[in-house]
């Protein structure tokens, strides 16, 4: 087994209501030991509550009162659980469609998705829509777990079946450079989702879990350009600190070397790293995914929002963008209307100058002409901003190239973007 | 000089969360309790702005049924760390007939602590309040989001939560409304334990083993401790092993049999434990929902 220790892995789960995805989740953490004795008693009491002849795992993580009244997920739950190997984190997402925002809140922070599938029903019109929008996502690694086999006998060539049906719709995509594995499971029963399965015997690849604990974190890592964004100015103003001005951040994509020759955006100004330091410790290097701090050898003037990159790898400059959007608010996206688009750290003011079309989400492409993004609809806009805004595709640099916008009035998060 | 940053993703993901919130809000605040969570917060805030000081004050809702060791431990770190440390008494609330003590059995002040919260953060105007709860702790938890919007009457609307996408926090609110905001909200109670283990971190003695006046009620064990928490003439006390898990009101947190007298034997009794930490919290034991109704409320 490969070496995870200390390492976390961020899991999503898709499914169509029913599918049984709860229970998947259920399944891994009771055959991983990872479900608690009170919480066991739980679930036992709550089963025979409702008159249940087995044990009803999705009670584990149907967190609020409305989703156990009407047995669904609502919300974005997260369940932790760990092995001996390494730590999971579930981010489990609604899959009504109603709930895209759910999908697209989930995914967005995971790793691997986990789609699946109901046996008896194979590929649908929801499963198109979870594979598109991990598409969009651009998530690396897909498990499609097909789930449900007792209710087809086990049945080898009903499941190949399926699997080729999903294979037509992995041509048709324009995301190649992902890793799907197709994986039969029974989670009710516990077929192959931790444990091997006699009843599955003619499948000769690993059960889910292995699956998972073999993932590799090099493998999935993003290979990207070094952004470093500040968050906030550090100047502690005391006698022994007295002129110290360090940049806070974490570190997207890429490394970052003291020495290394540097570009501030948006003033364009060049320096050099003079220090990286995490906590009272100082470092030669810091890779993705830091939370450091670093001082300049130039007194130059930076503030939050600024964007810190090597100055042989330079990031897009726009007044004008160009994204898919997810919206995510009751209130439809319109045209002319204004929105601040946060940036990571970076606030701008920003306009619709555009809805170019709607894109379909069950996985044709297809496009439609329409004045308005109504709550779930994806589409592709052209925004203006107020200052210019420097990023990276989101396809190169996921940190770099995604975006918030938030309602001026109400001040909720409306929509999710993703920079052409 | 050390070669490249060794990342623990949590601890990056905590860090980030506090510079955020330092730049985001005017008037946050470290909600601390004197538990393991709180503790661990303010070491992540130290690493998050050194080499300045920790920006933000501390606020203690004191039930008045307080661990006196978590009292003595919280001001010991005040002091060391320079903080500056707001302590709101629920016992001032009682006096004032705002609220009324419960009683009977299971009578505990938890639910107080509430109110205090509320009128603390009006009174100092805070607008962005961090707690150490984790969604690893109960199923409502588990739906939290890491900048959570409270309205003008600090009540949770969990069905109409804000997305968060990608690690971009959105603390934009109106005057009046406040964010809880949680930083270890992905850690898990073992991450918690490992984290205190690596960072050789001072805690209060009481989660460590030592001798206790206990009595047994509902399979639990409690603190014998009669002038907080009521104990009926049949329940007898014996002194007994035992350490603290969870810390909180001592009306409502139950002791657990434990002969783990260091860190290192805490961590290994958690890796092994088949019970979950809130199963000695005995104010979720209310119903299948308390914890949901609490936080709706706006209990942190």
């Given at each position: 087994m490969i070496e995870n220790k200390n390492k976390v892995l961020k899991l999503s789960t898709a499914g169509s209501v029913d599918d049984g995805k709860s229970t998947l989740i259920g399944r891994i953490l009771y055959d991983t030991n990872s479900l608690t004795d009170d919480k066991l008693e739980a679930i036992e009491r709550n089963s025979k509550q409702k008159g249940?002849?087995?044990?009803?795992?999705?009670l584990a993580t149907d967190g609020l009162v409305a989703e156990r009244e009407q047995g669904i997920t609502i919300d974005v739950a997260h369940i932790y659980f760990s092995t001996s190997n390494r730590s999971y984190i579930i981010a489990d997402t609604p899959g009504h469609v109603e709930y895209t925002r759910n999908m697209v809140t989930g995914t967005s922070t995971s790793q691997v998705s986990i789609i699946l599938i109901d046996a008896r029903k194979g590929v649908i019109e929801q499963t198109k829509r979870h594979f598109f929008i991990n598409n969009l996502l651009r998530t690396k690694e897909v498990v499609v777990a097909v789930n449900k086999m007792d209710l087809i006998d086990f049945d080898e060539a009903k499941y190949n079946a399926i699997v080729k049906d999903f294979q037509k719709m992995i041509a048709a995509s324009d995301y190649k450079n992902q890793n799907i594995t197709f994986i039969p499971v029974s989670a009710l029963n516990g077929d192959n989702v931790v444990n091997k399965s006699e009843n599955l015997a003619w499948f000769k690849g690993e059960t889910m879990m292995e699956h998972l604990e073999n993932i590799r974190m090099e493998d999935i890592q993003e290979k990207a350009k070094a952004r470093f964004q500040v968050q906030t100015v550090i100047r502690p103003k005391t006698e022994e600190f007295h002129d110290f001005r360090g940049y806070a951040g974490k570190l997207k994509g890429g490394e970052l070397k003291v020495g290394d020759d540097v570009t501030i955006f948006p003033s364009g100004r060049k320096s050099q790293i003079k220090s990286i330091s995490f906590f009272d410790k100082a470092y030669l290097a810091a890779s993705a995914g830091s939370s450091i701090s670093i001082t300049l050898m130039d007194d130059v003037n930076v503030s939050r929002g600024d964007l810190i990159v090597k100055s042989d790898e330079l990031p897009k400059e726009t007044k004008q963008l160009k994204a898919t959007i997810c919206w995510m608010d009751n209130q439809p996206l319109e045209v002319s209307s204004t929105f601040f688009l946060q940036h990571g750290a970076k606030l701008v003011k920003s306009k619709i100058k555009a809805i170019d079309h709607k894109i379909s989400t069950d996985n044709t492409g297809e496009i439609e002409k329409v004045n308005q993004l109504n709550m779930n609809d994806l589409g592709m806009t052209e925004i203006q901003l107020a200052q210019p805004l420097h990023f990276d595709s989101y396809s190169d640099n996921k940190g770099n190239g995604a975006f918030i916008l938030i309602d001026t009035k109400s001040n909720t998060t409306a929509g999710v973007g993703f920079i052409e | 000089m050390n070669d490249k940053v060794i990342n623990n993703p949590l601890e990056d993901e905590a860090i980030y969360i506090f510079r955020e919130v330092a730049a985001q809000f005017e008037k946050p605040v470290i909600l601390f309790s004197g538990g393991k969570d709180s503790i661990t917060l303010v070491r992540l805030a130290q690493k998050a702005f050194y080499p300045a000081k920790i920006p933000f004050p501390l606020l203690h809702i004191d039930t008045g049924h307080n661990f006196p060791e978590t009292i003595e431990f919280r001001d010991q770190l005040v002091k060391e760390l320079g903080l500056e440390l707001h302590v709101h008494y629920v016992q001032d609330n009682i006096d004032a007939g705002n609220v009324q003590e419960e009683s009977g059995k299971y009578a505990s002040r938890n639910m107080l602590q509430t109110d205090s919260l509320l009128q603390a953060i009006e009174k100092h105007g805070f607008d962005a309040c961090i707690g150490g709860a984790r969604r690893d702790e109960e199923k409502a938890r588990a739906k939290e989001r890491v900048f959570s919007v409270r309205d003008d009457f600090g009540q949770w609307d969990e069905k109409n939560q804000r997305p968060e996408v990608f690690d971009m926090l959105n603390g934009r609110i109106d005057f009046g409304q406040n964010v809880r905001v949680f930083p270890i909200s992905n850690w898990t109670e073992l991450d918690v334990w490992s984290y205190i283990q690596k960072e050789n971190m001072e805690i209060p003695s009481i989660y460590f083993a030592h001798k206790r006046n206990v009595f047994e009620r509902d399979g639990l064990i409690w603190s014998a401790h009669d002038e907080y928490v009521f104990r009926a003439e049949d329940e007898i006390v014996t002194e007994k092993i035992v350490r603290f898990r969870t810390v909180g009101d001592m009306s409502c947190t139950a002791a657990v049999e434990s002969y783990a007298f260091d860190i290192d034997k805490v961590v290994e009794e958690i890796a092994a434990?088949?019970?979950?930490?809130?199963?000695?919290?005995?104010?979720?034991?209310?119903?299948?929902?308390a914890m949901e109704k609490r936080k709706q409320q706006g209990y942190f």
């Open positions: 249940f002849d087995y044990l009803d795992f999705s | 434990s088949t019970i979950s930490e809130r199963g000695a919290r005995i104010d979720d034991k209310r119903s299948e929902a």
